[in-house]
């Protein structure tokens, strides 16, 4: 297994001195090129065919920050993810999250995985609502976490991390398709949260888990998620994954969900999958969402415990 860390904060640093003109080419190609395999999988132009066209720099740009504030006075926030114990204990982290499944029986199809650490955009008001930090691992071999680095989201890049690499895992397993329903989004979030709290402890639950309460579990989420877990259609799951606000930031439609609620409901059902199954959560991984679903209809009645 090969892991590359990228360094952020060196090509940041590198943008920050260059010249006004220079930057959007210097930060696409040294930060965004690296990924080129993810963004053609994900069908993203590299550079847009005509200007003020959508490709990669526009994706990066609504969540991270763009090369153009990039620049010399944002030096202290750069320094902040700059040392070299941050990126060894991100790289420790990476090569944990994925070196454990083949230590307990999977086999992982790929071999290379490329990560970094960007830098949020603070007027992003999604990852603010996310209490400034995130990530993507949804395509096999390539890992993102984003953060408004402070002494609050550093220490949590490591659980972002292996929630990231749990994904990274499953979908070598599970094909990701327009068939792709709400069920396996849950599904799928509930595992990788529990993996990463399994690695590093519950301190480090996510918001989208810990900022709901037992009575909007049990009485708010779970009785519209159990009759909509066929939904297909990233515009029609999208507001029961992640709640109205968040929808609503992406263009779509609210259906009158709290924030995070199919990745809270996710997080709780499967630990009640565990629970019931015995199966570890390398097995539970790469398990097909309809399996874990099948053996979990017990946990839509049941009222769930949230531990303070």
């Known amino acids: 297994m090969n892991i590359t860390t990228l360094r952020s904060d060196h090509i940041y640093k590198r943008v920050a001195e260059a010249a006004p003109e220079d930057k959007v080419e210097l930060f696409r190609n040294e930060l965004l090129a690296p990924y080129m395999k993810q963004w053609t999988i994900q069908q993203i132009p590299f550079r847009a065919e005509q200007a003020n066209g959508f490709d990669v720099l526009t994706m990066n740009n609504m969540m991270h920050r763009s090369p153009d504030q990039i620049t010399t006075q944002i030096a202290a926030e750069i ?13 420790h982290a990476v090569k944990t999250s994925l070196g454990l499944f083949a230590e307990n029986g999977v086999q992982l199809r790929e071999s290379d995985y490329l990560f970094t650490i960007q830098l ?17 691992g949804g395509i096999p071999g390539f ?44 599904v799928s979030e509930g595992l990788a949260e529990n993996y990463a709290t399994l690695l590093f402890g519950e301190e480090y639950l996510g918001p989208w888990v810990t900022k709901t309460s037992g009575d909007t579990l049990n009485n708010r989420i779970k009785p519209v998620l159990r009759e909509k877990l066929q939904v297909t259609g990233f515009d029609q799951f999208a507001p029961y994954l992640y709640g109205d606000e968040l929808a609503e930031l992406q263009g779509f439609k609210p259906v009158n969900m709290p924030y995070s609620a199919g990745y809270a409901c996710g997080y709780h059902l499967i630990q009640y999958y565990l629970r019931k199954t015995g199966q570890s959560i390398y097995e539970a991984t790469i398990t097909p969402a309809h399996q874990i679903l099948y053996e979990v209809k017990g946990f839509w009645d049941e009222e769930t415990t949230i531990r303070s």
């Open 79 to 91: 320094e902040l993810i700059s040392s070299d114990r941050f990126w060894l204990e991100c790289e």
């Open 120 to 136: 949020g955009n603070p007027e992003s008001r999604a990852l603010v609502i996310n209490e400034g930090y995130s990530g993507f």
């Open 143 to 186: 890992i993102t976490c984003t953060l408004l680095p402070n002494a609050y989201t550093i220490p949590r890049m490591k659980a972002a991390l292996a929630h990231e690499c749990n994904h990274n895992v499953r979908y070598q397993f599970i094909q990701w398709d327009h068939t792709v329903n709400l069920g396996e989004l849950i």
